[in-house]
T-cell receptor
Framework: KAGVTQTPRYLIKTRGQQVTLSCSPI?????VSWYQQTPGQGLQFLFE???????NKGNFPGRFSGRQFSNSRSEMNVSTLELGDSALYLC?????????????FGQGTRLTVV | DQQVKQNSPSLSVQEGRISILNCDYT??????FLWYKKYPAEGPTFLIS?????DKNEDGRFTVFLNKSAKHLSLHIVPSQPGDSAVYFC??????????????FGQGTRLTINP
């Protein structure tokens, strides 16, 4: 069974640009959530999508957005990049229904803003 | 506002001994807890979880204990092996919507297993 796949693995962007990251969940999983990891703030929740709808949202500015497609694949977009957006972006997939559903993470996308 | 806290940034244990990693939380709405192991530049690997209706869950060498009244959980690894050296994260979820994911993570504990 394939795990969670994130592309690309590494990305370098210039301040002010925008970026799109992609996540393919485990087959059968309908929930995709996104997290940002930085040395100073640790792992922080961005948002969660389930059945193409945003179900939960963290405390990030509107420059961070996402969407989910009918096949459960998800994309995350960051517009007007700032130096502080440099981080490891992680995607997690889970069944999304019922109790006690574990979240499984992808390898992450390392974004560097210069 | 740190809702999930791992107060020990690092822990060093001898191979074969027990490793105990601790985690405290403040939000009484949390009802599901998970432990992850992480290597640098990789995604966290799920280890074990526990629902708030239980006080213990075992999976092989890993056991998680939950003390709801103290808002405290711990991960026991017995026996510790060199491959266990990694950063361990405690995470909590509140099922405001059943099945919804909004994990709140602790800051992590770096575990080093010495031969």
């Amino acid at each position: 069974k394939a795990g969670v796949t994130q592309t690309p693995r590494y990305l370098i962007k210039t301040r002010g640009q925008q970026v799109t990251l992609s996540c393919s969940p485990i087959s059968g999983h309908r929930s995709v959530s996104w997290y940002q990891q930085t040395p100073g703030q640790g792992l922080q929740f961005l948002f969660e999508y389930f059945s193409e709808t945003q179900r939960n949202k963290g405390n990030f500015p509107g420059r961070f957005s996402g969407r989910q497609f009918s096949n459960s694949r998800s994309e995350m977009n960051v517009s007007t990049l700032e130096l502080g957006d440099s981080a490891l972006y992680l995607c997690a997939s889970s069944l999304g229904q019922g109790m006690n559903t574990e979240a499984f993470f992808g390898q992450g996308t390392r974004l560097t803003v210069v | 506002d740190q809702q999930v806290k791992q107060n020990s940034p690092s822990l060093s244990v001898q191979e074969g001994r027990i490793s105990i990693l601790n985690c405290d939380y403040t939000n009484s709405m949390f009802d599901y807890f998970l432990w992850y192991k992480k290597y640098p530049a990789e995604g966290p690997t799920f280890l074990i979880s526990i629902s708030s209706i239980k006080d213990k869950n075992e999976d092989g060498r890993f056991t998680v204990f939950l003390n709801k009244s103290a808002k405290h959980l711990s991960l026991h690894i017995v026996p510790s092996q060199p491959g266990d050296s990694a950063v361990y994260f405690c995470a909590a979820n509140a099922f405001l919507i059943q099945g919804a994911q909004k994990l709140v993570f602790g800051q992590g504990t770096r575990l080093t297993i010495n031969p």
